[in-house]
């Protein structure tokens, strides 16, 4: 089987708005990042790193994009 391919762009922001299912890899009202996946855009899907620290693929409808200002977001991506 064939690795999706991923664009080589830095991940969106996405609040978790459902985890039926999946209540172990995802915590509702969280922050995750979503990694581009063309294919599971496709089908519905987004690609997420999730509790794991890995990234899967989970339906779309579980989540929305969010904005932030810039310095929260330059705050968010270099903690350590």
Not at 4 to 30: F, I, M, Q
Request: aromatic share 8%; glycine share 4%; with cysteine.
């Amino acid at each position: 089987m064939r690795k999706p391919r991923l664009k080589a762009t830095p991940g969106r922001l996405v609040a978790c708005v459902e985890n039926k299912g999946y209540s172990v890899s995802l915590e509702r009202r969280k922050i995750y990042i979503s990694l581009p996946d063309m294919t599971a855009s496709r089908r519905g899907q987004i690609r997420v790193i999730d509790e794991s620290g890995e990234d899967y693929l989970y339906p779309r409808h579980f989540f929305i994009p969010i904005k932030l200002a810039d310095a929260a977001r330059k705050a968010l991506w270099n903690v350590a």
